[in-house]
């Protein structure tokens, strides 16, 4: 298992358009949660169900998200939070033989998400492309600054130092 950028696009894609904010934000992060299911450290797959407390923590912190001009920061700071929240997390998301995980280090990139989507949903607007040319255009942006980069860090069963890419 690896985070796809096509399984966020078609989640995406998805997404049931919606008049009010607290039905778009719980779309948006069940698009999320479908994405990050698929996350893996070191070939183990992300347990169903473990990283429920991320997806929370994104919810509450995407409230405002559909004020004018704030979807983009909205949407950063409920990824952010994810990340946050899932920090503790590691050993509970992943099982890797011969390694106790004990923490999650996010991706360096979560401060550039904003600025990233600000591009996507301009290009996309001014290109007027396909629902599916748009949400993969914004998946691709999410996976590359709030995707991947993040880090499983804890140790080996002799004591030495394990950092390992979270995919």
């Given at each position: 298992m690896a985070l796809v950028t096509n399984t966020l696009a078609s989640a995406l894609e998805n997404m049931t358009p919606t008049a009010t904010e607290q039905p778009a934000i719980v779309?948006?992060?069940?698009?999320?949660?479908?994405?990050f299911a698929g996350a893996?450290?070191?070939?183990?797959?992300?347990?169903p169900g473990s990283?429920?407390?991320?997806?929370?923590?994104m919810q509450a912190a995407m409230v405002g998200f559909s004020a004018p001009n704030a979807g983009a920061i909205g949407i950063q700071n409920?990824?952010?939070?994810?990340?946050?929240?899932?920090?503790?997390l590691a050993s509970?998301?992943?099982?890797?033989?011969?390694v106790?995980?004990?923490t999650v280090t996010p991706p360096t990139t979560l401060?550039?998400?904003?600025?990233g989507l600000l591009t996507a949903f301009t290009t996309n607007t001014a290109s007027n492309v396909s629902l599916h040319d748009a949400a993969m255009a914004i998946a691709m942006s999410l996976q590359g600054t709030g995707g991947l980069g993040g880090f499983a860090?804890?140790?080996?069963?002799?004591?030495?130092?394990?950092?390992?890419?979270?995919?």
């Open positions: 779309a948006f992060s069940n698009a999320w949660s479908t994405y893996s450290a070191s070939g183990a797959p992300a347990i990283f429920d407390l991320g997806i929370t923590a409920g990824i952010s939070a994810f990340w946050t929240a899932i920090t503790p509970s998301i992943w099982v890797v033989p011969a106790v995980l004990a401060g550039t998400i904003s600025a860090v804890g140790e080996s069963a002799s004591g030495a130092p394990v950092t390992l890419p979270i995919l």
